[in-house]
């Protein structure tokens, strides 16, 4: 019972009831065990709707105390995604669901996935995000570099994240200039296919597509590529394009490029176009037989101010129950129809070709200083 001075209104403490989230499974997760910052926010809450009930009788400082106390229960968690059609489906199937466990509102903001990025966004906005999302492989070497939290459940030599989200990119093609389905060769052949083509501004993926489109064989890629000669002939390869090449940074500048009519085909992830409307859907067709899986992790950056918060927050999103719902929620496949139309000029549909982590992580540093320096070297 409140009874510090008589003139303050008395108050039962079970009479404010505040639920716990709601009962499902996956928002339980990772620990089973309800969060110690949903506890957090519960006290917090208490403490507010109790101070504003007996505000007149608190002194200054009291106030003072109530009012950060609200002001750190709605704070948003800031973190770092890639736009387009991954945050829309994140922010419904994973940062709404989390932000109504918490009860604090998730803010998430477009980024190109750089480590350099990384390092600047440290730089200049130091305590700014919570969480950031990234390719495995760059998720490996920010750990090795110090860039990022360690997990404390995790003694690797690696140990910042695990991979939480697979996401397949594949060559797509305006339908309106194309009488049969192009593949990686096709989009070397500008003779034939006037036009320009658009990769993306990163050694990884867009070598293994150089590979590809000069006949080396899905499982022999990284065999030649951890080769000087095998680096040397996919350097050879997009030399023969260079002049024809629109760069993107984000896997929806990739989109936009393709739809806005700035390339007349080019790498792109698959979920981005099969998430449009289906009448600008239906102006693009995708080469499945050789897309790429890329991996991708969540990493809380060594400068974060919310480090706690973060680490809660990457743990649920790496659990298995999270990853299953991103994976259905993520368009990354052909309808049924397209399957039985017979569009998919009657190739069966493949497994993606997985992008080597262990390669990338070993040899990014080296190849992204060659690929910067050919690519500015115009």
Known sequence: ???????????????????????QTPLRSPAQRPSALSALVRRGLTALVLGSLVLPAFSQAEARTVRRLHRAVVQPVRILTFGGAITATQQKVLFTPYAQLIR????????DGEIESLRKQEADAPHRWAAVMMETSSLQISCSMG???????????????????SIDFAMAW?????????????????ARHPGRRSLRRDPRTTLEIALLADGVSPDALYRVLNT???????????????????WWSTPEEAARILKSGGALMGSVP???????????????????????????????????????????LTAWLEHPTQKQAFANAWPSLPSLAEINSGS?????????????????????????ARFTHWAEDR
Not at 346 to 363: E, G, K, M, Q, Y
Request: proline letters at 10%; charged letters at 20%; aromatic letters at 12%.
């Open 1 to 23: 019972m409140l009874n510090r001075c008589s003139n303050r209104v008395r108050l039962p403490l079970f009479l404010f009831s505040f639920r716990d989230a709601p009962s």
């Open 270 to 312: 698959t979920g981005e176009i099969l998430s449009a409307p289906q009448a600008e859907r239906d102006r693009f067709g995708l080469y499945w037989p050789q897309r790429l899986q890329v991996n991708y992790a969540w990493g809380v950056p060594k400068t974060s101010a919310q480090e706690n918060t973060a680490l809660a």
């Open 147 to 165: 860039l990022l939290v360690r997990d404390p459940a995790d003694p690797s030599p690696n140990g910042c994240g695990q991979s939480s989200a």
């Open 228 to 246: 000087q000669d095998g680096v040397d002939r996919a350097f050879r390869k997009l030399d023969q394009l260079r002049p024809y090449i629109v």
């Open 174 to 190: 305006d339908r309106s200039r194309f009488d049969t389905p192009p593949d990686w060769s096709d989009f070397w052949d500008v």
């Open 344 to 368: 998919l000029d009657n190739r069966r549909l493949l497994p993606p070709i997985a992008v080597n982590d262990t390669f990338w992580s070993a040899h990014l540093p080296t190849l992204s």
């Open 104 to 111: 604090q509102p998730l803010a998430p903001a477009s980024w």
